[in-house]
């Protein structure tokens, strides 16, 4: 049975940090690309940012430069790092690894 299991969220004050883990279990994680979602609430689902199996990552426009993507194969998990966080980060983040997805985790950027 796959399981994604999300952790890390919080409430945080505009321009600080978060760091959010998805562990993996179930699954050959090292052959899988894993990627971060989020959904605002009242907004559809977007694409934050996704690394490849061979750890390459890829951002939209506007994490681009705050977020950092990288994967442990060793321990099947992936991370998220936010820094310089604003109000409009915030939202439900959801790992995603092939059809799986993780139950999400809430961040909350108060101004």
């Known amino acids: 049975q796959v399981q994604l299991v999300e952790s890390g969220g919080g409430l945080v004050q505009a321009g600080g940090s978060l760091r959010l883990s998805c562990a993996a279990s179930g699954i050959i994680f090292g052959e899988n690309a894993m990627a971060w979602h989020r959904q605002a609430p009242g907004k559809q689902r977007e694409l934050v940012a996704f690394v490849t199996r061979d750890g390459n990552p890829n951002y939209a426009g506007s994490v681009k430069g705050r977020f950092t993507i990288s994967r442990d194969n060793a321990k099947n998990t992936v991370f998220l790092q936010m820094n310089s966080l604003k109000p409009e980060d915030t939202g439900v983040y959801s790992c995603?690894?092939?059809?799986?997805w993780g139950q999400g985790t809430q961040v909350t950027v108060s101004s």
């Open positions: 995603q690894m092939n059809t799986y």
